[in-house]
């Protein structure tokens, strides 16, 4: 039943994707509109700027906030099975009596 939904799915992406292809005509942009007024276009520098560093900044800008402005407590973190971490007296003993039943 996975391969039917998957074979449907993948049918409607790739139909959608012909039908865009299909509509949308790149020899129009060839033609000029009434009051169309282009500026002048972006250099290599410009547009790496734009379109990579900047977005990468602002992700490192971003994400050191969340780091530096984390509040949350050491006892709240979620620590995976078989890693050394702190545990409360409280939480230790719950553990055995779960493991014991």
């Known amino acids: 039943m996975d391969k039917k939904n998957a074979l449907r799915a993948g049918a409607l992406a790739a139909g959608t ?49 969340v780091m530096v402005l984390d509040k949350s407590k050491p006892e709240h973190r979620v620590i995976t099975p078989n890693t050394k971490g702190k545990t409360k007296g409280k939480t230790k003993a719950k553990a055995e009596v779960a493991a014991k039943v």
């Open 17 to 65: 994707t012909l039908m865009m292809l299909l509509m949308s005509s790149p020899a129009l942009a060839l033609t000029r509109d009434d009051g169309d007024d282009p500026g002048t276009g972006l250099s290599v520098i410009e547009t790496l700027g734009y379109y990579v560093l900047a977005p990468l900044a602002l992700f490192v800008v971003i994400a050191g906030l």
